[in-house]
């Protein structure tokens, strides 16, 4: 079940992989302007209609860029995501290099900002680095520490757009689940990204978010599927990371388990960890990052592999995953 938003219903309908803007805006490492904009184009070749960005990745870089490739497609035929919460602003002193993880310069600071006036400049802002006319949805960015600023600026006033028809949808996107939970259940919410909390590793959300975003008709785009590296590869690293740091050897110790049962089941981890979220049927979508032309193809391919039946019941039967989402029970721990 999704609300009734056109929007969301779009997404639900036909745009279930979405590609994520992180990786062309230099997160971790630099591409050039034409190898991301082969990665939107090899995207768009495969049937990607959804593109999500936001002013943070790569300091504006990854909307730019996106844009440059987008503003050339027929604006009905795709759905676009940004974010707000981080105006972008001269630095006073600027340094070499970007601290946040993009390979950029630092020419340029993020501001935070959840106010409704910073809602307006950030769209604004984003219009003309994306080259676009519009934003279909708009994303409150990582509000953690800004609930009462969010709820106070940026919700009543992407509620205003909404309703005037300036956007089609609105959300908020976190690596946490349980603040998302927050904004299902106090305000009139269309969809929620949530990152990283609901994988063949962590299905933290199952418990109180995502039973709530069913009954009130909240869409979920669940990206970081891959828990930021440990189940992107067929066999995982012992240097393989979970949640941005070093995994702990009880986690690499159930990837690599799962790694083996998939190659037994004929598939691969990757594979498992992108079908594992779009076996539920609260998940609208989900959103892949996406860097070069070839990755881009690759994510199609894992997007469009069949996941053999037995792997789940498997995975469940061994304590591997707490449930198989599309059981609808309720998972027996986190």
């Not at 601290?99 to 400049?121: L, N």
């Not at 708009?138 to 300036?166: C, K």
Request: glycine letters at 10%; charged letters at 25%; aromatic letters at 6%.
């Amino acid at each position: 079940m999704v609300k009734h938003n056109s929007t969301v219903e779009r997404i639900a309908g036909g745009m279930r992989l979405g590609f994520g803007g992180a990786p062309v805006g230099n997160l971790y490492r630099a591409v050039d302007d034409a190898t991301a904009h082969a990665a939107v184009e090899a995207a768009w070749e495969h049937g990607i209609r959804y593109f999500d960005t936001a002013p943070h990745y790569g300091l504006g870089l990854s909307e730019r860029r996106m844009g440059e490739v987008l503003a050339a497609k027929p604006r009905e035929e795709f759905v676009l995501s940004t974010k707000v919460g981080r105006l972008l602003r001269p630095a006073e002193v600027p340094r070499p290099q970007d601290e946040e993880g993009f390979a950029v310069p630092g020419d340029v600071v993020r501001v935070r900002d959840y106010s409704g006036d910073g809602v307006r400049r950030s769209l604004e802002e984003s219009l003309t680095r994306l080259g676009l006319d519009r934003i279909d949805v708009v994303f409150i960015h990582d509000p953690d520490e800004y609930w009462q600023e969010a709820i106070a600026g940026a919700v009543p006033e992407l509620e205003r757009m909404r309703s005037e028809g300036i956007i089609g949808a609105w959300g908020a996107g976190m690596n946490q689940w349980q603040m998302l939970h927050r904004f299902v259940m106090e305000t009139d919410i269309d969809l929620v990204m949530l990152a990283g909390r609901y994988t063949l590793l962590d299905q933290g959300a199952r418990g109180d978010l995502i039973p709530a975003a069913e009954a009130r008709g909240v869409g979920i785009i669940d990206v970081g599927v891959f828990n930021s590296g440990i189940l992107a590869s067929a066999s995982p690293d012992p240097a393989a990371t979970f949640d941005y740091a070093p995994a702990e050897a009880e986690v690499l110790a159930r990837a690599r388990a799962l790694a083996l049962l998939a190659e037994e089941h004929g598939t691969t981890l990757p594979a498992a960890a992108v079908a594992f979220p779009l076996r539920d049927p609260a998940i609208t979508a989900i959103a892949l990052g996406m860097r070069t032309a070839e990755q881009a193809v690759e994510d199609a391919d894992l997007f469009a592999a069949v996941v053999p039946e037995g792997f789940w019941a498997e995975a469940v039967e061994r304590g591997l995953l707490a449930v198989d989402p599309a059981s609808g029970e309720t998972p027996r721990s986190s």
